[in-house]
């Protein structure tokens, strides 16, 4: 927007909860709608109404009739971000006709990693046509603000050990809690802060935790934490960086079940220590990369990760060095943004 101001961009999203976040980061900077069921009728009139430029995709969102209408409307397409894992890439090749007409209407591939790269080639997309340009989520710009009012909080809490089990995915909550049971065993003063991935899930991980045997309290009632409290349920959208900033040790959800792990980016741009259970494929080549750095420890199921917990809270000297890994880490891995937009701003039409 700042490289190209004359610009308008049109964002979209499939759910209200983004629609909130774009709300929230752009205010009226950009057209917020939402995207159409991908029909060949109702991506006709979007893109007749709207009759865009250019498309930028991310990730996996690779829509078939979008593309098509693309391809009609000699509108160029970019993939941006773009992951494939290992189960995307053998559900593709089960519809290789089909994977291969969406993909001859993407201009060009920003990779994430390498191995994501080799995927799309393997789906036989051009070697030529991708550029691996890192992730994005290495760029992300921490709210300082939040940053500042979890620490304060953190500071009020006092000497107590606290770890965080960030954007926990459905049937996770038990397991955390679980793991919170046993690791209380040996830390008794160990403070939880649960924070489930979608806002319709806060209630019923209040109730779990309560009915777990915990004193719980949630964040949104706005009262001093209680001295008592063992569990403190993240009920705010768009506070996981607070959060995370109360935080001495990070578990990373969506992955003690088969959803592929959440976000763990954002944890070691923190300089938290990473948790995370075996199934990644979502982050797969950064959560490898970290494995390999020592920035992330794999935990496999909940014993594991109290017994982790514990030995975290028990030895500062090696919970200190995982959240130095993780912070090198998420460092040296930056400048995708760059580009990213150095690749789009050359292939925006000037008409």
């Known amino acids: 927007m700042q490289a190209r101001p004359e610009i308008s961009i049109v964002l979209t999203t499939t759910t209200p909860t983004g629609s909130e976040r ?29 009759n865009p430029k250019m498309l930028v995709l991310m990730e996996t969102e690779l829509w078939p009739n979008l593309l098509a209408g693309c391809i009609r409307n000699g509108c160029p397409c970019y993939l941006i971000n773009a992951r494939l894992s290992e189960k995307s890439l053998r559900g593709y090749l089960k519809i290789r006709t089909m994977a291969g007409s969406m993909l001859k209407a993407v201009n060009a591939i920003a990779a994430q990693s390498q191995a994501d790269a080799k995927r799309f080639v393997a789906l036989g997309y051009p070697e030529s046509a991708v550029l691996v340009t890192g992730s994005l ?61 979608h806002p319709e899930r806060f209630t019923l991980a209040a ?50 079940v088969n959803t592929g792990c959440q976000n763990v980016i954002e944890a070691a741009a923190m300089g938290l220590p990473v948790l995370a259970g075996p199934s ?15 920035a992330l ?19 500062e000297s090696f919970r200190k ?16 943004t760059l580009k990213v937009c150095s690749l789009l701003l050359d292939k925006i039409p000037t008409h």
């Open 280 to 294: 990644r494929f979502n982050f797969q080549a950064v959560s490898d990369e970290m494995l390999k750095a020592g």
């Open 321 to 336: 060095a995982a959240g130095t890994a993780a912070l090198a880490h998420a460092v040296s891995n930056q400048g995708a």
């Open 22 to 50: 774009v709300q929230a980061l752009f205010g009226d900077r950009v057209k917020h709608v939402y995207l159409p069921w991908d029909l060949p009728g109702p991506v006709s009139r979007f893109l007749t109404f709207f």
């Open 137 to 197: 989520k290495f760029d992300v710009r921490m709210d300082q603000e939040k940053i500042l009012h979890g620490k304060a909080l953190k500071s009020a809490i006092g000497s107590r050990p606290v770890w965080i089990a960030a954007s926990t995915r459905e049937g996770e909550d038990q397991k955390v809690l679980q793991a919170h049971a046993l690791a209380r065993r040996q830390v008794p003063d160990l403070l939880l802060v649960l924070v489930p991935r």
């Open 207 to 256: 109730h779990l935790s309560e009915e777990a045997g915990f004193a719980t309290q949630r964040y949104s009632q706005g009262r001093e934490l209680a001295a008592t409290t063992s569990v403190l349920v993240g009920d705010t959208m768009g506070d996981l960086v607070l959060y995370y900033a109360l935080a001495d040790i990070a578990f990373v959800g969506g992955s003690l």
């Open 297 to 315: 420890v794999e935990v496999e199921n909940e014993e594991a990760l109290a017994r982790v917990v514990q030995h975290m809270v028990a030895d």
